[in-house]
């Protein structure tokens, strides 16, 4: 016998009895990103190399140490989407779609990093990412932040915390790059060796650091929002107030800086203790430059990324995680004529009855047998044809999830009852 061949470590399947949490997930994202006007877009899993070093920033973890690169047959470097934001960026650009134009967009997918597989983060992880290019005010800061809270709200979740920054424009971020160096020179020796690296390169991804040794050093450190030129400081303040006026509460947190290398003014995150180290379910910010850096017209952009298999697991651990029903109605059926019956029978309630679910028994086995895969399937009613109902044109309509007699009904009228118990119960 051949060694069963196992999945790629960190790269998980999402078996048929997890899958209404997600599918609950991405139809509660799906309908509130039309409500606000978002539209879909679908893009390559597999993007040039460079997209990803110039957009994230060639210092940075992902780009370092995570990404999945290989020259393709033609000798070209390719790289496994690490995010969804670059890919956008580029998409709007190599399209036209920010010529005189302004874009709102989403997408969702699997993305692919390099790490060492726990829980919450995977090789092969899924993401929805909303995107909004075009638009410079504080006011569609607040609208995304907005929109991610009416997801928490819809899906039933507790206890999410939203950790807000600005980073200020680049030009205003040199210069506290430079008494932030300053700082961690003056302790070079308290430095771990991932930090004496970003400090010749990127040292404010030090403030990222999650090594509880540096924790105190960089508690002490000088703070982004003392350092703010104007404009961003004003737009900072604008966001504020727009969130304030909306009731949705959130805590300053200086020592937010993201992993990109991209982002300027805001960024946020919202958090959860439910989750132990990996805390962050959503994470996103502006993007003023990365239009320009990438070849476009120069255009502001601000998005965010929502993590799927964290909130699906938070999903879980409150009791959210969706109905795990295979079906409304269950046929069981007896006999050959009534397995041939029964598949018209079945199609015809499709048709009359659309949004209820009707599962059909395949494979034959006794009524017993029968009867307990309904109950499985979670299913309210069987519907039992046999030979004997086939000749008398009758069906028994037998309630699994409570305590009621079985009932006859002819097979013209199971639509008609169905709809009276069924879509009735639902919209009761």
Not at 120 to 126: A, D, E
Not at 376 to 404: C, D, M
Request: with cysteine; glycine share 10%.
């Amino acid at each position: 016998m051949s060694e069963t061949i196992q999945a790629i470590r960190g790269m998980n399947d999402v078996l048929p009895a997890d899958s209404a949490a997600w599918q609950l997930l991405e139809r509660v994202a799906r309908e509130t990103f039309a409500e606000y006007g978002y539209r879909e877009i679908r893009l390559p899993i597999l993007e040039r190399t460079e997209l990803f070093k110039r957009s994230i920033g060639e210092m940075t973890d992902i780009v370092e140490k995570e990404m999945y690169t290989f020259d393709d047959r033609g000798g070209e470097s390719v790289t496994l989407r690490p995010e969804a934001t670059a890919g956008i960026v580029r998409a709007a650009i190599s399209n036209g779609l920010l010529h005189k134009q302004r874009q709102k967009v989403w997408c969702s997918g699997p993305m692919f990093r390099y790490e060492r597989p726990q829980k919450g983060r995977y090789r092969q992880f899924h993401q929805i990412d909303v995107e909004a290019l075009g638009f410079p005010g504080p006011d569609v800061d607040a609208e995304l932040v907005m929109m991610s809270a009416r997801i928490w709200r819809r899906l039933g979740l507790t206890g999410l915390r939203l950790n807000l920054n600005s980073l200020g424009t680049p030009e205003s971020r040199q210069g506290y790059r430079e008494i932030l160096v300053a700082y961690f020179r003056g302790h070079e020796a308290t430095l771990d060796d991932d930090s004496r690296r970003r400090l010749g390169g990127n040292p404010l991804r030090i403030l990222d650091s999650k090594n509880p040794a540096m924790r105190e050093l960089i508690a002490g450190a000088p703070l982004i929002t003392d350092h703010l030129d104007p404009d961003s400081a004003a737009h900072f303040s604008g966001l504020r107030a727009r969130l304030d006026a909306a009731g949705i509460e959130y805590v300053v947190n200086p020592r937010l800086v993201r992993g990109l290398d991209y982002y300027s003014r805001t960024v946020f995150e919202w958090v959860t203790a439910d989750l132990g180290s990996q805390d962050a379910v959503c994470s996103g910010g502006r993007y003023d430059g990365l239009v320009a850096q990438l070849g476009g017209e120069a255009a502001p952009a601000i998005g965010w990324a929502l993590g799927e298999e964290r909130v699906v697991e938070l999903m879980r651990l409150q009791g959210r995680a969706g109905d795990e029903t295979v079906a409304d109605v269950y046929l069981v059926l007896g006999g050959a004529a009534a397995e041939a019956t029964g598949l018209q029978v079945a199609e015809r309630l499709r048709d009359a009855l659309p949004g209820v679910r009707v599962e059909t028994n395949c494979g034959g086995g006794s009524f017993k047998s029968q009867l307990k895969r309904a109950d499985r399937s979670g299913a309210h009613y069987a519907v039992i044809l046999g030979e004997e109902e086939l000749q008398r044109g009758v069906a028994g309509l037998k309630p699994l999830l409570e305590e009621a007699g079985q009932a006859e009904v002819a097979v013209a009228e199971l639509a008609t009852e169905l709809a009276r118990r069924v879509v009735g119960r639902d919209r009761g």
